[in-house]
């Protein structure tokens, strides 16, 4: 099993290493640096630190930062802020599952299935409808990499996310997502959002808050409750139906909870 952590983590470092290799440039100007990879270099990098005077491969830097993820994104969040999750309503990192990433708890950090399903509904729907990351490909993405749209960007993101699983359990991974993923009205993670929607907890949550705030992710800025209460309420109900699909609430519970309001501060 040792064995097998050190092969993901030598495969994963090679896959950094070939994605953001030295370009040679054989024309006029600068040479070309993806994106994705000056936002890594852009940001604190605590090998660097470690190492002073050591011009560290950049490969590397990518996969000691996805080994150091849980530090980093502590980081970024005001202490005050930061939820563990189990201060958090049961029922948020349930609905959360439901609706971003089904296969979470049996998937290791990338999940093909979920993958070619996307592609699936995209050329069915001739857009991009649906995204296929896992919620470990969501983490990565959102605290080393950027948000531009390549095809080896989301390779990178696949074989960081390996190295997090590798080195995180699950439920510390949920912590992550839930602490840093921006929900609207200027809140990012759960706590923030909690007291921006509701004045509450994260622990004193509803079903319904939580469903609520677990649909935000997909569109924080076009769900904001506050200014678009229906659709909100919408992908809430859409939450609660993936919620009792996956055996994690009762119909008579979701019915219960498609009732309710939104509940607004």
């Avoid at 011009?55 to 150091?68: F, K, M, Q």
């Avoid at 912590?175 to 004193?204: D, I, K």
């Amino acid at each position: 099993m040792r064995k097998l952590l050190y092969l993901l983590i030598l495969l994963s470092a090679a896959l950094c290493y070939y994605l953001t290799r030295p370009v040679v440039h054989t024309g006029a100007g600068p040479a070309p640096v993806p994106a994705y990879a000056a936002a890594a270099a852009a940001q604190e990098d605590p090998l660097t630190r470690l190492l002073p005077g050591i011009d560290v491969p950049r490969p590397l830097r990518l996969v000691y930062r996805a080994w150091h993820l849980k530090e980093i994104t502590r980081s970024r969040i005001p202490a005050e802020d930061w939820v563990p999750l189990k201060r958090m309503s049961p029922w948020l990192p349930k609905a959360l599952v439901s609706v971003e990433d089904k296969r979470f708890y049996s998937h290791h950090g990338i999940d093909p299935d979920g993958i070619f399903r996307a592609i699936l509904m995209n050329i069915q729907a001739d857009e991009v409808v649906e995204g296929g990351s896992t919620i470990t490909q969501q983490v990565v993405k959102n605290n080393l990499l950027t948000s531009e749209q390549s095809l080896e960007r989301k390779i990178l993101e696949a074989g960081l996310a390996l190295v997090v699983e590798i080195h995180y359990s699950k439920d510390e991974i949920l912590e992550m997502y839930l602490n840093t993923t921006f929900l609207g009205a200027g809140a990012t993670g759960v706590q923030q959002a909690s007291e921006t929607y509701y004045g509450l907890e994260p622990s004193q949550l509803s079903l319904s808050e939580a469903a609520a705030l677990a649909g935000l992710p997909y569109a924080p800025s076009a769900l904001n409750p506050f200014d678009n209460p229906e659709g909100c309420r919408e992908r809430r109900n859409l939450v609660l139906e993936r919620m009792n699909e996956q055996g994690m609430i009762t119909e008579g519970e979701m019915r219960e909870a498609q009732r309710q309001g939104l509940h607004l501060r």
